[in-house]
């Protein structure tokens, strides 16, 4: 049976649809791209926290700005992970447990927990000179 790849789908003659990649909720939190994934009772969720000033632009931003990344991960909460891409953006991601099944009320349940609880960190690294950035579309 053939199959037509179809943006994130893989569409079967019959029209049955496969995901190419997990379902995605994509938001926004204070001017930053976040995104929660769910599969088997858990909703993953990152948010693109900010990023590092460029050195043409402020280079002395920047020392403190990776002070205040390499302090962050001994301060986030347990299960939380910071990333640093290779283009200098900065990525907290966890994953939430679902207390229930799968449903929209869930999910949404744990963006905002996730949002709110993010708050923190962002006023930190802003206070950094880690900005918001330029909220990039996902994947990241």
């Known amino acids: 049976m053939a199959h037509l790849a179809h943006g994130p789908f893989l569409v079967s003659e019959d029209g049955f649809l496969t ?10 939190w204070r ?8 599969d088997d009772g858990c909703v993953s969720l990152a948010a693109q926290a900010g990023a590092v000033p460029y050195t043409v632009e402020t280079p002395s931003a920047r020392p403190g700005a990776f002070a205040a990344i390499g302090m962050l991960p001994g301060e986030l909460p ?9 283009d ?3 990525r907290l991601e966890t994953d939430m447990p679902l207390t229930g099944e799968a449903t929209a009320t869930e999910v949404l349940r744990a963006m905002v927990r996730f949002a709110l609880a993010l708050d923190p960190y962002l006023d930190r690294l802003e206070s950094a ?9 996902w994947p990241g």
């Open 88 to 90: 200098h953006r900065v």
């Open 78 to 86: 347990k299960g939380w992970r910071l990333r640093l891409l290779p």
């Open 31 to 38: 001017g930053r791209g976040c995104e929660a994934t769910f």
């Open 19 to 28: 995901p190419l990649r997990p379902p995605a909720l994509r938001f926004a």
């Open 129 to 137: 000179g880690v900005g918001a950035g330029t909220a990039k579309t």
